[in-house]
């Protein structure tokens, strides 16, 4: 059973920067693609940024140009560098390991907290 954990988050001042970390515990080569969901009190779950098996890329319009998703295979790793961080950005930031067959299997991390205030 793939295991999923973020870390990276913090308290930041807008137009700070911050790099969120997703650590898989099985490998990550053959799965369909990984995305990264904020959660705030105000929204339901919504993605931020993802990316896929063949490194296509996916953003929220919120967030392009300012975040990148990334991710190394031979660490079962994924990485959501956000810079230019603003207060709409603050939410609990979750890293969803997703794989597409007959049936769509996810797996979601705890969550990292991510706090953009002055």
């Known amino acids: 059973q793939m295991q999923v954990a973020e870390s990276g988050g913090g308290l930041v001042q807008p137009g700070g920067s911050l790099t969120l970390s997703c650590a898989a515990s099985?490998?990550?080569?053959?799965?369909?693609?990984i995305g990264w969901y904020r959660q705030t009190t105000r929204k339901q779950r919504e993605l931020v940024a993802e990316i896929s098996n063949g490194a296509r890329l996916k953003y929220a319009d919120t967030v392009k140009g300012r975040f990148t998703v990334s991710r190394d295979n031979a660490k079962n790793m994924a990485y959501l560098q956000m810079n230019s961080l603003k207060t709409d950005d603050t939410g609990v930031y979750f890293c969803n390991v997703f794989v597409l067959s007959a049936i769509r299997r996810d797996y979601w991390g705890q969550g990292t907290q991510v706090t953009v205030s002055s």
């Open positions: 099985l490998s990550i080569r053959n799965i369909s693609g």
